[in-house]
T-cell receptor, first 109, second 114 residues
Framework: KNEVEQSPQNLTAQEGEFITINCSYSVGISALHWLQQHPGGGIVSLFMLSSGKKKHGRLIATINIQEKHSSLHITASHPRDSAVYICAVTFRNTDKLIFGTGTRLQVFP | SAVISQKPSRDICQRGTSLTIQCQVDSQVTMMFWYRQQPGQSLTLIATANQGSEATYESGFVIDKFPISRPNLTFSTLTVSNMSPEDSSIYLC???????????FGNGTRLTVT
């Protein structure tokens, strides 16, 4: 069964802290996406990964294909990072996107 | 990368009426997708909008309730018909997300049905 699990569901942090959000999936994938959703509802694509590691500013995304696991890291977190972070996976056997339930991050000054 | 303009951004509608949501992409895309996000939930795919053919609906969604148009490779509409309060959700359109294809989303339509 094609499943995506994210943890934690909710996360609070003080400004400056290092943040890690985890995503696990059940079977082989074509690609994994990390998305950011702000309170207004709009969604921004942060990363698309099929292997290895990507970095953009303070954000780092890694994926371990053998362990079927990905992490999103935020270094030096800031209140403007407060959002819901969603992991979405395109499974190789269906080509459809399956979304994780999201991680609600709040960063306090 | 594609930019998707979605409108309206929000609306408050009365029970029994219909609302049409529009998405315009600034480049040609083969497939567009329509999602629903109920309060506190993740995204659920409603249908895939194909240009030149009928949309493909996911289990639990039907054309009579959510008719979709895709007249060309840059535009699509989703209509939420005969609305009830249970239809109150955020509706999002997207493109991409296939093999090696980045995801792009519209800014969403926050629908409240009273």
């Amino acid at each position: 069964k094609n499943e995506v699990e994210q943890s934690p569901q909710n996360l609070t942090a003080q400004e400056g802290e290092f943040i890690t959000i985890n995503c696990s999936y059940s079977v082989g994938i074509s690609a994994l996406h990390w998305l950011q959703q702000h309170p207004g509802g709009g969604i921004v694509s942060l990363f698309m990964l099929s292997s290895g590691k990507k970095k953009h500013g303070r954000l780092i995304a890694t994926i371990n294909i053998q362990e079927k696991h990905s992490s999103l890291h935020i270094t030096a977190s800031h209140p403007r990072d407060s959002a819901v972070y969603i992991c979405a996976v395109t499974f190789r056997n269906t080509d459809k996107l399956i979304f994780g339930t999201g991680t609600r991050l709040q960063v306090f000054p | 990368s594609a930019v998707i303009s979605q409108k309206p951004s929000r609306d408050i509608c009365q029970r029994g009426t219909s609302l049409t949501i529009q998405c315009q992409v600034d480049s040609q895309v083969t497939m567009m997708f329509w999602y629903r996000q109920q309060p506190g939930q993740s995204l659920t795919l409603i249908a895939t909008a194909n240009q030149g053919s009928e949309a493909t609906y996911e289990s639990g969604f039907v054309i009579d309730k959510f008719p979709i148009s895709r007249p060309n490779l840059t535009f699509s509409t989703l209509t939420v018909s005969n609305m009830s309060p249970e239809d109150s959700s955020i509706y999002l359109c997207s493109a991409g997300g296939g093999r090696n294809s980045p995801l792009h989303f519209g800014n969403g339509t926050r629908l409240t049905v009273t």
